[in-house]
C-alpha cells in the first residue's frame, strides 16, 4: 500500500504553507496536509495511519523519511508479537463438551419489518435489440 502510495506522489506539486502544512495539487484537485497531525484532506493519512500520496510528497519534499509517519502497529516488532503466541487448532467438533443449556438455545433469524413504499422491480432491463415491440426489432 505504501509503495502504491509513493509511484502516485510522484506526479504531485508542493506548495508549502507553514513548516507542517502543504498543500499538494494533484491535477486539478487540491489537498491539504498537516505533517504534526498526520492529517490529510483526502482522509486516507489519518484513517490508514499510513501516509497517502498527498502526505508522501510532502514527507519527500521536506526530506523526512516516510518510516516514521507510518503508525507503529506496521512495525516488524508489532507484527511478529502479534504471531508470536501459538494459535492451537479446535479439537474434533465429536469431542466438545458443550452444555445443555447452549443444546437447547434455539437461534432464530432478526425481526424485520417491511419497507414502506412501492417494491423495486428485480426484472433485468433489456438491450435495445432484445426489447420487444417496434424497437426490439
Given at each position: 500500500?505504501l ?10 506539486l508542493v ?12 491535477g486539478a ?12 484532506s ?8 499510513i501516509p497517502?500520496?498527498h502526505?508522501?510528497t ?11 509517519y507510518?503508525?507503529a ?5 508489532n ?24 443444546l437447547?438455545?434455539v ?12 417494491p423495486p422491480?428485480?426484472?433485468?432491463k ?11 426489432k
Amino acid at each position: 500500500m505504501l509503495e502504491d502510495n509513493i509511484n502516485l506522489s510522484h506526479r504531485m506539486l508542493v506548495r508549502t504553507s507553514t513548516i507542517h502544512l502543504h498543500t499538494i495539487t494533484d491535477g486539478a484537485k487540491r489537498f491539504t496536509v498537516c505533517l504534526n497531525t498526520r492529517m490529510c484532506s483526502c482522509g486516507r493519512f489519518q484513517h490508514d495511519e499510513i501516509p497517502c500520496s498527498h502526505a508522501l510528497t510532502a514527507i519527500r519534499h521536506r526530506n523526512k523519511h516516510r518510516d516514521d509517519y507510518c503508525s507503529a502497529y506496521y512495525s516488524n516488532k508489532n507484527y511478529q508479537d502479534t504471531y508470536a503466541i501459538p494459535i492451537e487448532p479446535l479439537p474434533c467438533e465429536s469431542t466438545w463438551d458443550v452444555p445443555s443449556h447452549v443444546l437447547e438455545e434455539v437461534v432464530l433469524p432478526p425481526i424485520t419489518r417491511k419497507q414502506p413504499g412501492r417494491p423495486p422491480k428485480n426484472d433485468r432491463k433489456k438491450g435495445f435489440t432484445e426489447g420487444e415491440g417496434k424497437r426490439g426489432k
